[in-house]
Each structure stands twice: as C-alpha cells, then as structure tokens.
C-alpha cells in the first residue's frame, strides 16, 4: 500500500456538549480527518446530527471533514452537507437507486465520493462503483451506534476488497469503521485498510495523542 495511512477519529464517541473544543485537542493529536456520522433514526437506529453541527464545527480545525451519511433519502441533502464543510461524503451502498444520483451530486459540489458496505452487504456492490468513487468504507460493526465490537469476519472482507482496489489500478481508500482499537488495528491494517475510523478508543483515552501515535505505531509494524 502506497496509500499514506490516515487515522480519522469519529465525533460520535466524543463530548457533545464541547464538540468545537473535541475538534480542536483531536487535530492537536495528530488527527488526520474527523469522521463525522450522520443518521437519521430510519436508515439506522439513531439521531446523530444535521449539516448545521458541521458548518459549526468547521472553523475549529483545517483537517478534512470525513462525513458517513447513514440516511435515507439522502440526495435531498447532499448539496447541504457539502456546503456545510464537509470534505469527502460516504453514502451506502444499501440506498439503491439513489447511489449512483448521490454519487454524481457529491462529484458536482466538487467533494470526494465515498460509498459504505454494511457488514452483510457483498463487496461485489462495489465493483461497478470503482471508477466512480475515491474511497471504500468496510463497516466492521452494524451501522447505528459507537462502542461495538469488531467483527471479526469483516478481515476477509477487508482482505478482498483490498484486493479489488489493487487490481482495479484507481486511487482509491479503503476505509474500515467499528471496533478499532489498539490491540486490533496492526490485524485491520495488514488485511488491507489505510484509513481508520476510531471512535471510544480514542475518546476514552487519557491522551489523545499517545493514543493516536500508538494506533500508528501499530499500522507501521503492519506494513
């Protein structure tokens, strides 16, 4: 992998009531991206947050807004997202005839397209997608909520859907999110991801920072 790694702590774990001054310490840490979920109680079991928190949030840090749009409908919204700061958006694969509309509006409002694979959804859901998109997100837990536990089956998953980026010759992420943590990301990292959605383990932390260069240490020793 050639693709430099990428650590991308997730807001949904962190302290809402001081989101602005969460963003900030994070960069401080070393952060590379914030990965911002966004659901909307019917796509997924869960409230998040609307455009209006990431246009907030938007002048506390210069690092690239990774934002999960876990809603349905999602095209009705996607130009709000963008405008708001985001830097990238993930739709799902799972939306159906709505992806590959959204993914046009994404590459419109000039914003990294990025579309997710819930657990039981099949890699092959990607394939007619490769040249249309910058990144791949491999969901490791049921999307919804933070703090689960990794699923283990999802390495496989991960392991082909490196091989297809591979083999596809496009620039594209593979992103992982849901249950990384230290004592499993060196796993995560030599099945094949470069960018990594961490939320409690980072959160929860004492030290940011030594939290996130252990994360790293961990992705080095994969390579």
């Not at 060196?186 to 959605?197: L, M, P, S």
């Amino acid at each position: 992998m050639a693709t430099r790694v990428q650590i991308a702590p997730s807001v949904l774990a962190a302290d809402f009531a001081n989101l602005g001054r969460e963003v900030r310490v994070m960069t401080e840490a070393g952060a590379d991206a914030i990965h911002i979920d966004v659901m909307d109680g019917h796509f997924v079991p869960n409230l998040t947050i609307g455009a209006s928190v990431i246009s907030a949030l938007r002048p506390h840090t210069a690092v690239p807004f990774d934002v999960h749009l876990m809603i349905d409908p999602v095209v009705p919204y996607l130009a709000d997202f963008a405008r708001a700061g985001a830097d990238s958006i993930t739709v799902h694969a799972e939306i159906g005839e709505q992806l590959n509309p959204a993914l046009d509006i994404i590459k419109s409002e000039g914003k990294k397209t990025g579309v997710a694979l819930s657990p039981e959804t099949p890699l092959d859901r990607v394939v007619p997608l490769l040249q249309s998109v910058d990144l791949v997100l491999v969901m490791t837990v049921r999307p919804g909520f933070g703090g689960q536990k990794f699923i283990e089956t999802t390495l496989d998953k991960l392991a082909a859907a490196r091989k297809l980026i591979d083999e596809s010759g496009e620039s594209i992420r593979l992103e992982v999110d849901g249950g990384i943590k230290i004592d499993n990301i060196r796993r995560i990292a030599q099945a094949g991801a470069d960018t990594f959605v961490a939320g409690s383990a980072i959160f929860s932390a004492e030290d940011y920072t030594v939290t996130i260069n252990q994360m790293k240490s961990e992705i080095a020793a994969a390579r």
